[in-house]
């Protein structure tokens, strides 16, 4: 059921800048906010970008967050080791009535 | 600090139910969305579920409707949720989620997870 489509995949260097892609269609991005998750093995996923581009406190501002149209993306600057971990996007489905995740994206530094 | 405790996860065969609970704690639990995701091993994450404060309406994920129910008891800060008809596809990490805005798909709390697995 999963219609929001992320790579599969990203890699960075240290200190270099990743850009992770969500993309929808009108009835869930283009239509709500996008909140993104990242999630290390074996743990619960924790809250990175909500409402588009909202940071919760504790999250650096490393991370960011923007929506246009019917797609969305997780930016992440100052690329570190401890990144590494699987990034989720998240919206509401008008159509669906029902949360959409992402597939995963799994971050390789 | 808020908490959710997930307990009731388990190995149960094809066909049979089970039941999830969640202990919240930490927050006026009456005043909050709540919903079930689920991670299959190795797999991405899945909305299963949600139910809403007050007025408790529910939506649940095509995967799991006409199976699954999802409920709460505000009296004691406890969700549920009621899995019937197991699938080995049902074989899961079931979370407990905190939502801040109803339908928003913003969790600011996650539990730790309760593994269900679906074998005979």
């Known amino acids: 059921q999963s219609v929001l489509t992320q790579p599969p995949s990203a890699s960075g260097t240290p200190g270099q800048r990743v850009t992770i892609s969500c993309s929808g269609s009108r009835s869930n991005i283009g239509s709500n906010t996008v909140t993104w998750y990242r999630q290390f093995p074996g743990t619960a996923p924790q809250l990175l970008i909500y409402?588009?581009?909202q940071r919760p406190s504790g999250v650096p501002d490393r991370f960011s967050g923007s929506k246009s149209g019917t797609s969305a993306s997780l930016a992440i600057s100052g690329l570190q080791s401890e990144d590494e971990a699987d990034y989720y996007c998240?919206?509401?489905?008008?159509?669906?009535?029902?949360?959409?995740f992402g597939g995963g994206t799994r971050l390789t530094v | 600090e808020v908490q959710l405790m997930e307990s009731g996860g388990g190995l149960e065969q094809p066909g049979g139910s089970l039941r999830l609970s969640c202990a919240a704690s930490g927050f006026t639990f009456r005043n909050s969305a709540m919903s079930w995701v689920r991670q299959a091993p190795g797999k991405g994450l899945e909305w299963v579920s949600v139910?809403?404060?007050?007025?408790?309406?529910?939506?649940?994920a095509d995967s799991v409707k006409g199976r699954f129910t999802i409920s709460r008891d505000n009296s004691k800060s406890t969700l549920y949720l009621q899995m019937n008809s197991l699938r080995a596809e049902d074989t899961a990490v079931y979370y407990c989620?905190?939502?801040?805005?109803f339908g928003s798909g913003y969790f600011d709390s996650w539990g730790q997870g309760a593994l269900v697995t679906v074998s005979s």
């Open positions: 998240a919206a509401w489905d008008d159509n669906l009535s029902g949360l959409l």
């Open positions: 989620v905190k939502e801040v805005y």
């Open positions: 409402i588009n581009d």
């Open positions: 139910i809403t404060d007050n007025t408790f309406t529910t939506f649940y």
